[in-house]
């Protein structure tokens, strides 16, 4: 699908038809497309999003979602993987809505080949300015995760620093090693 040359509106971004791999809104008009997954990345968004899903789920704290849109604050963002809370991932009916127009408590972004670090950086400080609690920024060729978190600067995790979350996943505990051992399967 070729990208509008002209800055558009929430509204009629929404009623394009769908690219793949998804188009993104941004909140200034611009619409992008988001890269293709590479090998690495589509194994660390699967395994993340799994082990989210693993621990949660069972204990009622909600479901992970991989490559789903939210919008808010005047965007339109595909996070590699978001998690809600249940009682802000469903509707009063007790059922998944057809989308979702509120911020997910857990938002990552994984750096892939033809993805800026600063871009991803700059989507992740918006994402916790407008709402989502925490966003991770994944960096494969350092082996590093970036931690934002509203009103404080982000962290830097590495090896053995833990991505725990207890503030929305209590008990939830991975290190960044264990992390990125998923894309050296071999050692």
Not at 19 to 34: F, N, S
Request: glycine letters at 8%; one cysteine or more.
């Amino acid at each position: 699908m070729a990208l509008p040359r002209t800055r558009i509106t929430l509204e009629e971004f929404l009623s394009l038809s769908e690219g793949e791999p998804a188009l993104e809104y941004h909140p200034d008009g611009r619409i992008t497309q988001k890269v293709s997954p590479q090998p690495g990345h589509g194994r660390l968004q699967s395994k993340l999003a799994g082990w989210l899903n693993d621990f949660a789920e069972p204990r009622g704290l909600g479901p992970t979602f991989t490559e789903t849109r939210f919008r808010f604050a005047g965007a339109a963002y595909v996070p590699d993987i978001a998690h809600y809370r249940w009682d802000r991932a469903v509707t009063p009916a007790g059922d998944i809505p057809s989308e979702f127009i509120i911020p997910p408590d857990i938002a990552v972004e994984i750096v892939s080949p033809g993805q800026t670090f600063a871009k991803l950086d700059e989507k992740c400080r918006w994402y916790v300015e407008h709402g989502v609690p925490v966003a991770l920024l994944l960096r494969p060729t350092r082996e590093t995760v970036r931690l934002y978190r509203p009103g404080q600067p982000a962290a830097e995790l590495s090896g053995a620093d833990s991505i725990e979350r207890d503030d929305i996943l209590p008990g939830f505990s991975l290190t960044v090693a264990e992390l990125f051992a998923v894309l050296h399967p071999g050692r």
